[in-house]
T-cell receptor, first 114, second 112 residues
Framework: DADVTQTPRNRITKTGKRIMLECSQT?????MYWYRQDPGLGLRLIYY???????NKGEISDGYSVSRQAQAKFSLSLESAIPNQTALYFC?????????????FGDGTRLSIL | GENVEQHPSTLSVQEGDSAVIKCTYS??????FPWYKQELGKRPQLIID?????GEKKDQRIAVTLNKTAKHFSLHITETQPEDSAVYFC???????????FGKGTKLSVIP
């Protein structure tokens, strides 16, 4: 089945470390998104990309960067991790062939920064 | 930008009763409204969506209604079952936009 795959699923690291979260998809979608989920705050958009040459900031981009290495791959980096970046991170994809279509989520990466 | 408010934040119902979750949005140009269900430890999954040219949509025990004049939309679950227990998120996207703005979620507990 076509899917959205995130690696790693869990990560524990220390303050100040550089971390990369990876997302790959086999859905053939051109749009990819990174969200952060915190209890009681819902899903907040960090970055999104409509193709390899297109990167856009979302609501909470400070402290994060992204790279769209190919249509199927979109990675999220924390250059110098801090404890308040501890959260559940989701990658999602969408198809721009038609407006008003749902986004499809990966299984998430649970990140803990000590 | 778009702002989506979702209520209530928690909801407990007896098995077999109905559950209603309500969302309001701020951008009158928004025209797509999906609902996602997230079970504990799982990814959010689309359960139903509605577009602005439709006032109501139903899929078995789940229905969504949209009132564009009042800028609110609601999720209705009838004959609730324990497996309906999850966090539900509403979302909205503006005209020509591919960005979703999510509500903060409703934790639904169905008591057997």
């Amino acid at each position: 089945d076509a899917d959205v795959t995130q690696t790693p699923r869990n990560r524990i690291t220390k303050t100040g470390k550089r971390i990369m979260l990876e997302c790959s998809q086999t859905k053939g979608h051109d749009r990819m998104y990174w969200y952060r989920q915190d209890p009681g705050l819902g899903l907040r958009l960090i970055y999104y990309s409509f193709d390899v040459k297109d990167i856009n900031k979302g609501e909470i981009s400070d402290g994060y960067s992204v790279s769209r290495q190919a249509q199927a791959k979109f990675s999220l980096s924390l250059e110098s991790a801090i404890p308040n970046q501890t959260a559940l991170y989701f990658c999602a994809t969408g198809d721009s062939q038609s407006v008003n279509q749902p986004q499809h989520f990966g299984d998430g990466t649970r990140l803990s920064i000590l | 930008g778009e702002n989506v408010e979702q209520h209530p934040s928690t909801l407990s119902v007896q098995e077999g009763d109905s559950a209603v979750i309500k969302c309001t949005y701020s951008d009158s140009a928004s025209n797509y409204f999906p609902w996602y269900k997230q079970e504990l430890g799982k990814r959010p999954q689309l359960i139903i969506d509605i577009r602005s040219n439709v006032g109501e949509k139903k899929d078995q025990r789940i229905a969504v209604t949209l009132n564009k004049t009042a800028k609110h939309f609601s999720l209705h679950i009838t004959e609730t079952q324990p497996e309906d227990s999850a966090v539900y998120f509403c979302a909205a996207t503006g005209a020509g936009s591919y960005q979703l703005t999510f509500g903060k979620g409703t934790k639904l507990s169905v008591i057997p």
